[in-house]
């Protein structure tokens, strides 16, 4: 076998169907820092050479060595200043997932690459523990989940986000967190707690209540229906909920809107939000590919709903239009939006976290002065 290096400007190579089986994304196109892109060629094959079935697509995770946790948040139309990633890459393989085009920093694809090749931070608790312990730290809420879930499958056999919890219970720091997984029903005994103290909410992003079209957007994540049972058991735990239709896709599931609000009520979230569907940098060719193969009847017309959320662009990342959309569209989800969450009670403001129960453990070995030692040994 040699390896030839060829330029695409398209997808690339077609993807095998058992590749894309159970995966979000159709293709593995080159992110936007490769100029070239590498495949296997046998200039020897034979008729039946591609007979051979293909391996499965596996999940492959490496360590992340970074020596900091804790990232700065500098988006004006964020409501927070920093935020912790246990994980780079998502194996839930949402196909609109904004957080897609990171991996290209990596040299990888921010398709099939993003689900399948992860990155985890085992030294999570350790790194965050040091920093709280900075006499120069200042406590402010913590938000996790903003770029990929930290809830994702992998946490099941790594429990990373649990060990970040547990340093962040015993600090009694706050923190807010988005996932669209059911494990986050598990630390329901840390976040409990921690929720009745003023220093944890837990957001359940919520995008259909269509099983099948939840396999179709995000085909590694929990059914809504589990997403539904989360959110009681965190609230009955203690612990306050809210839901986030996150995104919201024109002509796909924004018709859902107000049934989606209605499930959440009754599951006993307290708040609610949405974000209209963006598509930065690659992410729009991938999820153009998606509707092309998924819903080829309506693709142009998505898309032509979606430039009308961003200005006649298929994205505009200006800080205040990117998340809601502008215009006669996004107007009108807002105000379905708004309606719906008054009617069932999702509209109320949250009330702000408890910053100043903030303390540094006392260490649990006592650290003698120089003159107690001397007093000890005296003695």
């Known amino acids: 076998m040699i390896k030839l290096d060829l330029r695409f400007d398209d997808a690339g190579p077609e993807v095998p169907d058992l590749h894309k089986r159970g995966r979000g994304a159709v293709s593995n196109r080159a992110g936007r820092f490769e100029a070239t892109h590498s495949t296997a060629f046998d200039p020897d094959f034979e008729d039946d050479w591609e007979k051979d079935e293909p391996d499965p697509l596996r999940t492959e995770v490496t360590i992340d060595t970074s020596c900091s946790i804790i990232s700065r948040v ?31 920093f990596l040299g990888l694809s921010p398709g099939l690459d993003f689900e399948t090749k ?6 999570a608790p350790a790194l965050l523990r040091r920093t709280l312990m900075g006499k120069r730290y200042i406590p402010k809420p913590i938000a996790i989940g903003t770029n990929t879930d930290p809830y994702q499958p992998i946490e099941k056999t790594h429990k990373i986000m649990r060990g970040v919890l547990k340093v962040l219970a015993e600090f009694n720091h706050p923190v807010t967190i988005v996932t669209k997984s059911a494990l986050v029903a598990r630390d329901a005994d840390i976040l409990g707690p921690m929720g009745e103290k003023g220093l944890a909410r837990v957001a359940l992003s919520l995008t259909t209540l269509d099983v099948g079209l939840s396999r179709k957007m995000e085909p590694r994540a929990a059914t809504p229906q589990r997403r539904l049972w989360a959110l009681r058991q965190l609230n009955a735990a203690g612990c306050p909920t809210a839901v986030m239709l996150a995104p ?26 949405f974000i209209v569907l963006r598509l930065p940098l690659e992410v729009r ?11 080829p009847d309506r693709a142009k017309r998505v898309m032509r709903y979606v430039r009308e959320l961003h200005g006649g662009k298929d994205y505009d990342p200006q800080w205040g239009k990117r998340l809601n959309g502008e215009g006669v569209y996004a107007d009108l989800i807002r105000r379905r939006f ?6 069932h009670g999702l509209a109320r403001e ?27 040994d005296g003695a």
């Open 350 to 376: 949250n009330p702000p976290f408890r910053c100043d129960l903030f303390q540094v453990p006392t260490a649990e070995t006592p650290q003698f002065s120089f003159m107690d030692r001397l007093t000890k």
């Open 118 to 123: 992860l990155t985890m931070k085992p030294d």
């Open 248 to 273: 919201m896709i024109p002509a796909i599931n924004d018709h859902e809107l107000e049934a989606l609000i209605r499930a959440a009520a009754v599951s006993g979230a307290k708040g609610a939000s």
């Open 285 to 295: 060719d991938l999820f153009v590919e998606w509707l092309e193969e998924h819903f």
């Open 338 to 343: 708004h309606r719906a969450a008054a009617q």
């Open 74 to 104: 500098p988006s004006p139309d964020m409501p927070f200043d920093r935020s912790i990633n246990p994980y780079r890459g998502c194996e839930h393989g949402c196909i609109y997932c904004f957080a897609r085009p990171t991996h290209a």
